[in-house]
């Protein structure tokens, strides 16, 4: 495509193949309106009257309209006018059409193209013999007494003219088919370009894939970023009390291990979700949640020789497992990311509160998360790790309906989200 758009004879040529593409998609309409006409007019042979043929050409037409009108005729113009018109791909819709609109439009470009081809195939077979014809005339004895030649211009005319007039129909048939091919590029984007709704299905096609992307992220940055740095305080700690505390070694390694094992498990399913329609494996871990994953958090947050008093309030029915699953899965990894930048960022211990609120089954029932740590050496510095952990816990907290604050309170730093479970979850 780089080089016919460089070079305007081979542009000219393929676009002329994409006529002669169009004359031959018409001939099927052509020669069922042929047998249509034909019997119309009394069996008479519709060739050998060329008001009847014009007639068959323009029954033709609408035939083709009619087909026109099928969603898949668009992806299937586009293809062909992207390769062989030189027409930018972003000019042009992609996919069936579906609204009415759309379809009229295809319509409208497929009897222009098939019409249009089908004239100018038509001069493709004619007049090259009968310029070719003209050229030899005065060169050929046999052609100068056949009478042929002066049945189509009159027997007045001298034959050493007729080379021009084959030079000129030539050049006539290049014009032709040039002009049809200019005008079928420059309303192939207005006939074949995206409507309004093709624009907002496009919109909203990259709306979801960022939104799929965006949580893609949270996940591996969530899980494989928590690993880490819990992963390098446990180590730090039981190196320095490697001599004098082998049982408080003994306990991070073996939080190590734990923590590394549960993130391959995770990463294995963000893993699974990246890979097109290829799910995560069966065997692969489920999403952690509070009921299932909070105990084990905190243990492999304190094996890191960091205090965390935990106050655990799940409502009248002691246990975390009647949370809606979303809301779980969610607050567990809020609980993560606060726990991770109270790690990299802050002093011990840390205090964390999570408790429900509301009646059950009332309709402003919510979960409480607050955290508190002191803030550290790195008070003064934003606790955002790139601006993905806190910015991507508040993510979560906005798409369950919810809220997230994160700052400096009272001299200490503090995390609070509060997520609905009444019916606020989007």
């Known amino acids: 495509m780089a080089v016919t758009g460089r070079l305007p004879g081979a542009r000219a040529g393929l676009r ?19 047998v249509v006409v034909g019997v119309a007019a009394g069996g008479v042979n519709v060739f050998s009257s060329t008001p009847l043929t014009f007639a068959a050409y323009g029954l033709s037409l609408p035939l083709a309209a009619a087909t026109g009108l099928f969603g898949l005729v668009r992806p299937m113009s586009v293809g062909v006018v992207r390769v062989l018109s030189a027409v930018p791909g972003e000019r042009l819709a992609e996919g069936p059409a579906r609204s009415w609109a759309a379809r009229g439009r295809t319509s409208a470009w497929w009897s222009l193209h098939l019409g249009l081809g089908a004239a100018i195939s038509g001069m493709s077979l004619a007049v090259p013999p ?31 003219l007729a080379p021009l007039l084959g030079i000129g129909l030539l050049g006539g048939l290049a014009l032709c088919a040039t002009g049809a091919g200019v005008l079928l590029a420059r309303l192939a984007p207005v006939l074949l370009g995206p409507t309004a709704a093709d624009r907002l299905a496009a919109a909203e096609e990259r709306t979801a894939d960022l939104a799929v992307r965006n949580r893609l992220a949270r996940e591996l940055h969530d899980a494989v970023g928590h690993a880490l740095s819990a992963v390098t305080l446990q180590a730090v700690a039981a190196r320095r009390v ?37 799910p995560a494996r069966p065997d692969a871990a489920p999403a952690p949640t509070l009921d299932t994953d909070l105990d084990a958090l905190l243990a492999r947050t304190r094996a890191a020789g960091t205090t965390v008093n935990a106050h655990q309030d799940p409502g009248p029915d002691g246990n975390w ?8 899965r969610e607050a567990y990894r809020i609980v993560q990311e606060g726990l991770s930048n109270a790690l990299r960022h802050g002093a011990g211990p840390i205090e964390l509160r999570i408790a429900v609120r509301g009646e059950e089954g009332g309709t402003h029932r919510e979960l409480e998360i607050a955290m508190t740590n002191p803030p550290g050496t790195a008070a003064a510095q934003p606790r955002t790790t790139g601006g993905r952990g806190l910015h991507g816990a508040a993510e979560r907290a906005t798409l369950l309906g919810g ?15 509060v997520l609905p479970l009444g019916g606020g979850a989007r």
Do not use: K
């Open 16 to 34: 002329w193949v994409h006529l002669i593409l169009g004359g031959a998609l018409l001939m099927p309409y052509f020669l069922l309106s042929h």
């Open 403 to 417: 809220r997230l604050e994160a700052g400096p309170h009272q001299g200490r730093w503090r995390l609070r989200a």
């Open 242 to 278: 490697l001599d004098s505390d082998p049982e408080f070694v003994r306990q991070a390694l073996a939080a190590i291990e734990d923590t590394t094992r549960r993130t391959v498990g995770e990463l294995d399913t963000v893993l699974g979700l990246l890979r097109d329609g290829d």
């Open 130 to 160: 009968m310029a070719v014809v003209l050229i030899a005339l005065p060169f050929v004895s046999a052609l100068r007494n056949a009478s042929l030649w002066r049945g189509w211009f009159g027997p007045d005319i001298t034959p050493y």
């Open 321 to 328: 497992a009647r949370l809606p699953a979303i809301a779980s």
